[in-house]
């Protein structure tokens, strides 16, 4: 009556929320008072009838709740929905399996029935643009325009640029003919979504999915964060930009959220950029994640303020920068000559083409590299490091270390 199950004297002060146990073990309610049968004498526990509250008008929210709490709630049948409904630790048992024909949904493990370049089969979803994730052993995500569908199979071993015959044959899982009469493994991207290595562009129109390929083979305009020379080389709104020696198309912007990974919002536009750690190379305070750019000749790397050598990370020392202490480098910055990974801050020493060798980091499209250096492809194509953009040598002198918008200006030693 009222939500409530009224009992005989059993409830007394301190059982608020304790249940009402049915003989057949389940819960009915929760304890919630006592009351004057009456309404005159002062009720008293021991004496006076109780209340519970009924819980069956609350079960939905009791259970979200538990299954908010990783609580296993039992429904009355299994459904295909990528989720254990009965709880008997099995998933969608009696569904269709990944990657089998399916007419619809409802039959499908995990509930998703789609047209797949393998035909209509049960899938799951997946982002084309990062292949190597999102896909369970034994499949690989297979794409259908700027959509992925997760497919039987397994990705193949061929690098950039190796010749193929179907996307399965790619690490990149993308064999495309780029319209130069040779099919090959090639990186996969979006138009606009600056996914392409330094010399690229993405071979697709506005908002549409295609392949980086070098930019001597497309003719049109340029996407974000690809090379141009001027403005009219770019895309729609976007402009050319230069910085630290590099060129490329730019959109307008107003915070970083407004730019894509491996972007960030400098001077109201987008630009190829990061925020540099202890050690990364930079031109102003802005290009570091602490806000200073320290300088010694022509040297020029972020830094952070320290009080010994455990401040600082591998291969730098607490250093008297002024009347500041500041990390400093006891090996060569990104970009200078080195002959071995030991000699590099980085711990990563690259042959460039002209034979000269230079420290360096691994990079690729959504880890973009200090400013002045651009994430090229290495000879066996296997990764990308960070080059300069213009060759950088190595220089003594004192340290100095400034947090105004530019490098510069507290005496050195």
């Known amino acids: 009556m009222g939500g409530f199950i009224f009992v005989p004297p059993s409830v007394c002060s301190g059982d608020s929320g304790g249940p009402l146990i049915g003989a057949d073990g389940l819960v009915y309610g929760v304890a919630s008072f006592i009351y004057s049968p009456d309404g005159r004498t002062e009720p008293r526990c021991g004496t006076a009838p109780g209340a519970y509250n ?3 008008r609350f ?6 709740v538990l299954a908010e709490t990783g609580t296993c709630v039992p429904d009355a049948v299994e459904e295909c929905n990528g989720e254990d409904d009965d709880c008997d630790d099995a998933v969608d048992e009696g569904c269709t399996p990944l990657g089998e024909p ?14 797949t370049p393998i035909g209509r089969v049960c899938t799951s979803a997946c982002d084309p643009l990062r292949p190597a994730q999102g896909c369970s052993p034994g499949f690989y995500c297979g794409r259908q325009g700027c959509n992925g569908f997760c497919l039987p199979g397994e990705r193949g071993e061929g690098l950039n640029d190796a010749a193929c015959a179907a996307d399965t044959d790619c690490a990149s899982l993308h064999c495309v003919d780029p319209g130069d ?11 606009d979504a600056g996914l392409c290595l330094a010399g690229e562009v993405c071979a697709a129109a506005a908002g549409q999915c295609g392949a980086c390929v070098p ?3 497309v003719v049109g305009a340029r996407g974000l964060g690809e090379p141009c020379e001027d403005d009219e080389e770019c895309r729609g709104d976007f402009v050319c930009h230069e910085s630290a020696g590099i060129s490329a198309c730019a959109s307008a912007c107003e915070a970083d959220d407004d730019c894509g990974d491996g972007f960030e919002c400098r001077d109201a536009l987008c630009i190829r950029d990061r925020r540099q750690g202890v050690g990364g190379t930079c031109v102003v305070n802005e290009d570091c994640g602490d806000g200073i750019c320290a300088a010694a000749g022509d040297r020029r790397w972020c830094t952070a303020p320290c009080s010994g050598a455990d401040d600082c990370p591998a291969g730098f020392d607490c250093t008297p920068a002024g009347a ?15 002959e071995g990974n030991a000699d590099c801050v980085t711990n990563l020493c690259a042959a460039l ?9 691994i990079c690729d499209a959504a880890n973009a590299c200090a400013p002045g250096f651009e994430c090229t492809r290495t ?5 990308a490091v960070c080059i300069p953009a213009t060759p950088t040598s190595t220089s003594g002198g004192g340290c100095a270390a400034a947090s105004s918008s530019s490098s510069g200006s507290l005496p050195g030693l």
Do not use: H, N, W, Y
Not at 181 to 191: E, F, I, S, T, V
């Open 54 to 56: 009924e819980i069956f």
């Open 59 to 64: 079960v939905d929210f009791i259970d979200g």
């Open 102 to 115: 399916c007419a619809s949904g409802d039959e499908c493990v995990g509930g998703l029935c789609d047209d």
């Open 181 to 191: 009469g040779r099919a090959r493994c090639l990186d996969p991207c979006r138009a």
């Open 215 to 217: 930019r001597g083979l």
């Open 324 to 338: 500041a202490m500041v990390c400093a480098p006891t090996g060569a910055l990104e970009g200078e000559r080195c």
């Open 353 to 361: 083409p002209g034979g000269e060798s230079v420290c360096t980091s």
């Open 379 to 383: 000879g066996s194509s296997a990764a």
